[in-house]
């Protein structure tokens, strides 16, 4: 009886520290873009052949397709497939601007505050970062609108390589748990650190705005995916 008891007990401190995990969610449906909602500039979205394709716009600022619910701590897997000369990115946690603000706050290492001045329409939070493989950033964390800022660089992975691959689809992986962000690109970890600027916001597919008279490039995301953790 004493050792049921203690095989019990075992099982549930272990499914309490690993926490509860719900079911899988597609966040897109693979036909319409019900769910999600435009922010920021002008660039277009559409469905095709199973994805959302984001073609960018001469003129427009950075825009953001956003969910229309937020998530807090969750595990987020998607595919992602876009021109070589285009950047873009998966916003998570991230905040949509309602009206004229001021954001406040401290750059490692100095003492006095900063401000952002904000304006209606504007989309703030992590970026995890999508580019190409020259550059070798993606699957790295900016800090889109806010501070401006690469983060967590002395957590990066050793490997500098990047994990993205041209012309094909690439999974992202992105666990958001409690002040830990962490990201792989397919299955290569590329970023691990701690923040707590936002614990919970919208998820975001960025089609980043291009020089003029250039263009027009496409981004194209696919078999979208969340877990809550909750």
């Known amino acids: 009886m004493l050792r049921k008891l203690h095989f019990s007990l075992m099982l549930f401190l272990l ?14 449906d693979g036909s319409t873009l019900n ?12 469905v ?10 001469n003129g427009s600022l950075n825009t953001f397709l956003c969910t229309e619910k937020e998530y807090g701590n969750f595990i987020l897997e998607l595919e992602v497939k876009t021109d070589q ?18 954001i406040w706050f401290i750059l490692e290492g100095l003492t006095q505050p900063r401000r952002r001045e904000m304006k209606p329409g504007d989309v703030y939070g992590y970026q995890v970062e999508v580019s190409n493989e020259e550059q070798g950033l993606s699957g790295f964390v900016y800090d889109e609108g806010r501070r ?11 490997d500098n390589k990047s994990a993205l691959k041209d012309n094909q689809w690439n999974a992202f992986r992105i666990e958001c748990r409690g002040d830990r ?31 003029e008279n250039t263009g027009p490039f496409q981004v ?9 953790l909750k």
């Open 15 to 28: 499914f309490c520290s690993a926490g509860y995990a719900a079911d899988w969610v597609n966040l897109f």
């Open 35 to 46: 769910g999600w909602s435009v922010r920021g500039g002008f660039a277009k979205y559409h």
């Open 48 to 57: 095709e052949d199973g994805a959302i394709v984001g073609t960018t716009a």
């Open 85 to 102: 000369l285009l950047n873009s990115g998966v916003q998570v946690r991230s905040h949509i601007v309602e009206k004229e603000s001021v």
């Open 148 to 158: 401006r800022i690469m983060l967590g660089e002395r957590a990066y992975a050793s």
């Open 181 to 211: 962000i962490q990201s792989w690109v397919n299955g290569i970890p590329r970023a691990d650190f701690r923040d707590m600027m936002s614990d919970r916001g919208v998820i975001g597919l960025q089609v980043h705005r291009i020089s």
């Open 220 to 228: 194209r995301f696919r078999n979208i995916r969340i877990q809550e």
